[in-house]
């Protein structure tokens, strides 16, 4: 079963992976089966309620933005629950503080997230986009090159400071950070095969 599951047809996931990597979401046959293999334990019960106050939180902040628009205003529903979705992911993935419903897209990783999200629905309606060696010559391509290295190095510079973090407090799976529920960024550098292996 788990291996018809994992498999990942189509031109999407080819198109996600510049982003997103080669990850649960893009990765394919036994790689995928380690993966959701290491990554179980952070989808346990006990870890995710403790994710539901960061929810409400996000969601406190979407309806005081909407009742600061008057009665009888208008919304874009798409725009804003789209930014709640990133403030939680930010959240509960990385314990981010991101402010992104307050800056909305005035915030630069929002930006790049919404750049990359566009770019990537248009980019089959091109036959020579198909082809990575033309796609990045184009405007598009420069572009989304541009957005995968900002919200890269934005990961890369929080997963960096986390792992000192975790070693200088030798957190572990059992406890907290600074009196704190661990994060999903947390369980995930602390994973581990049986050889010892990790994420990557």
Known sequence: AL????????WAYKFFRPWLGDGLVTSEGRKWQRNRRLLTPAFHFEILK????????????????WSSYGPGASVELYYHISLMTLDNILKCSLGYESSCQADGQWNP??????????????????FLNYIDFFYYLSASG?????????????????IAKRKEALEARAITSSTSRSGKCLDLLDILLQAKDEDGTGLT
């Open 142 to 158: 420069r572009r989304f090159r541009e957005a995968c290295k900002f919200v890269h190095t934005f990961s890369e510079q929080l």
């Open 3 to 10: 291996s018809n599951i994992s498999r990942k047809a189509g």
């Open 50 to 65: 403790h994710y539901v106050q960061l929810f409400s939180e996000s969601t406190g902040v979407l309806l005081d933005k």
């Open 109 to 126: 990783y929002v930006q790049a997230v919404q750049d990359l999200t566009r770019l990537i629905a248009v980019r089959d309606e091109y």
